[in-house]
């Protein structure tokens, strides 16, 4: 019953969301005139969008896929509903087209901020959760579960009660169906990753018909399913993974948008940037702009610019704490970076806080060096701890921004990072592309988590 609620909200939170936006901005407009079917024509066309994109489903996916799926409903729906007021016989149709543009893209951030806050309530007040049987086969796996439960599962869910695998198996029908009644549970999470297929499946045929979800978490490690696509052959299952960003129709595309934001950017920051440029003048002897080697496409070196951050002699020092310092050194290991990094000039904390820094990083993608996108672009000296990911992310250029960005920035580890930006040379999209654009300013200016 919670979980038709939980719908429930998510539905009466759009149409929140679409009212606000539509009547915010038909304050500022004449357009009285067409309000009556623009909103009621508008909305079901909507809507309609919305439900076909399941952007109402309460699968455990993360932001990304969500805010994806959410643009896709909006953007179609948008789409439609030009066509609809192309039909008007008006002199007014090119202000409509203007209003319905901005009434768009006003209601998708909306959208977004009202579903994040329906979200932390029904978590904070417990309105819709799934009660969780806990299946494992060691006690590694169960600590290994643990940072993987906090990290995503325990959003909508909770674990009632843990069983070890072998205990499951010598257990009858009855037995597990008294287990799943006296904990009032919904849903199995089978986590065991030291554990043959076979095995996993005889599991999943124990639980079959006695739970209304369940999962198996396989080991990522022998096999990145998670990059991987499922299609039918001939009634046959077949895995199959794709480098998206070595197609070059997909490479001309990805350029043809690239010199086009980034002019755009270059454009829309120029008085940040010469402010900027002004105060760390102002605050400390040294150039405005630090310059250093970086990997790009195919493995090509080159300078990616920043505004200057640091003292002078920055490097120099780094190395002397990394000797005298074993914590710090395990850190920067870790992390590629230092948390309270006592090098940072006070304006060179604020522009990385808020991402500053990275504004020149416009011209290298002018210049074709770097995309607006893309993995991180990585130090040389980092080129033999990506292992052989290094081929996949290697074969796209280095981004602005990139999933790295909206998912932790300075929260991943090294390996989480270099995994992350394989998954998006390999799955890349224009919509994956335009998800990360519109989050980018959340993480940065929100998060603010720096270091």
Sequence with gaps: ?????????????????????????????NLFDYTPQLLIVNGVIFFIFMLIEETYSLKEEDIIKKTFFILKGVFFSYFISFLFVYNYQTEEKKYLFGFLTIWYVSLYFIIILIRYILE????????????????????????????IFYKGFSRINRIRCVVKADKLMKMS???INQLIKRHNLSQVIIFAKN????ELMRLEEKLEGKVY??????????LQLAEMEVIYINENLV????????SPYRIWVKRFIDIILSIFFIVLFSPVMIITAIFIKLESPGPVFFRQKRLGKKKNVFYAWKFRSMFQNAEEKLQ???????????????????????????????????????????????SGDMSIMGPRPYLLSELEKMGYKANIILSAKPGVTGLWQIRGRNELTFDERVQLESYYVKNWTLWLDIVILFLTPYAVILKRKTG
Aim: hydrophobic share 45%; charged share 35%; no cysteine.
């Design 1 to 29: 019953m919670r979980r038709y609620f939980f719908r429930l909200l998510l539905i009466l939170g759009d149409l929140f969301s679409y009212l606000v936006s539509f009547f915010i901005l038909l304050y500022f407009s």
């Design 120 to 147: 932390k309530l029904a978590v904070k007040w417990n309105i819709y959760f799934r009660k969780t049987l806990l299946v494992i086969s060691t006690r590694e796996d169960k600590k290994v579960f643990k940072d």
């Design 173 to 175: 029908d009855d037995e």
């Design 195 to 198: 554990t043959k297929f076979e």
């Design 213 to 222: 979800f369940i999962k198996i978490v396989p080991d990522f490690n022998q």
């Design 239 to 246: 895995l199959e993974t794709r480098q998206r960003l070595l």
């Design 320 to 366: 002397i704490m990394l000797k005298e310092n074993e914590e710090v050194r395990k850190e920067y290991e870790k992390y590629a970076k230092l948390k309270n990094d006592p090098r940072i000039t006070r304006v060179g904390q604020f522009i990385r806080k808020y991402s500053i820094d990275e504004l020149p990083q416009f011209f290298n993608v002018f």
